[in-house]
Every structure is written in structure tokens, then in C-alpha cells.
Nanobody, 124 residues
Framework: QVQLIESGGGLVQTGGSLRLSCAAS????????MGWFRQAPGKEREFVAA????????YYADFVKGRFTISRDNAKSTVWLQMKSLTPEDTALYLC?????????????????WGQGTQVTVSS
């Protein structure tokens, strides 16, 4: 059974930075595409970023606008989301996802397993 454990969320002021981590276990991590989604209270869950199984291809939501960077280390079975220039609109529960599709995708249906999430709160 695949398990994803997110960490690194917290409270930060507008303009600040956070680095989210997602540690995977129970599966051949290096064969899977990984990504991040987020969900704010009262809003739909939305795609944030994704990375292909080898790390060579990344894909971002438009609202990221160069502020976020997704990366991975297959030897450590870990994926990160570096976030900078945060605004209150980035406040959400951030969820790590993984899928056997291998390629970076913004589609929820491409991901087979999800973490429980880590909360990011940006104060104004």
C-alpha cells in the first residue's frame, strides 16, 4: 500500500516562502509521476504542479506564475514544492499525489494515490 506523508506547511506572512515535502513509501516511487494539488475552504480542489517520473518534465498551474518549483529525488523517494512570494490566496491544504502514468499531468484522474495534506496559511 502506498503512503504519502506531507510536511513543511505552516503559517507565513505575505511575501514569505515555504518548502513542502512529500515522502513516499510502499511503491516504486521512481516509476510514478508526482504532483501537488490544493484545496481551500469552500473551493474546488485544484492542480498546483506536477513532475514526471524522471524529473525531467514539470508542469504548473497558471497561477503559480514562476513562484513555485517542484522537484524530486528518486533515491530519497521524496518530492518537494518550493513556494515563494506567497499571498493569502495561496492559503489551502496542499496534497501530494502520485500516479503510475509517469508523465506530469494536471488531471486528478491521472493520480492513483493521495496524501492527507499539509496546511499552508498565509497572513496578510
Amino acid at each position: 500500500q502506498v503512503q504519502l506523508i506531507e510536511s513543511g506547511g505552516g503559517l507565513v506572512q505575505t511575501g514569505g516562502s515555504l518548502r513542502l515535502s512529500c515522502a513516499a513509501s510502499g511503491r516504486a516511487f521512481s516509476s510514478d509521476a508526482m504532483g501537488w494539488f490544493r484545496q481551500a475552504p469552500g473551493k474546488e480542489r485544484e492542480f498546483v504542479a506536477a513532475i514526471s517520473y524522471g524529473g525531467g518534465i514539470t508542469y504548473y498551474a497558471d497561477f503559480v506564475k514562476g513562484r513555485f518549483t517542484i522537484s524530486r529525488d528518486n533515491a530519497k523517494s521524496t518530492v518537494w514544492l518550493q513556494m515563494k512570494s506567497l499571498t493569502p490566496e495561496d492559503t489551502a491544504l496542499y496534497l501530494c499525489v502520485g500516479g503510475s502514468g509517469r508523465q506530469a499531468s494536471a488531471l486528478r484522474r491521472e493520480y492513483d494515490y493521495w496524501g492527507q495534506g499539509t496546511q499552508v496559511t498565509v497572513s496578510s
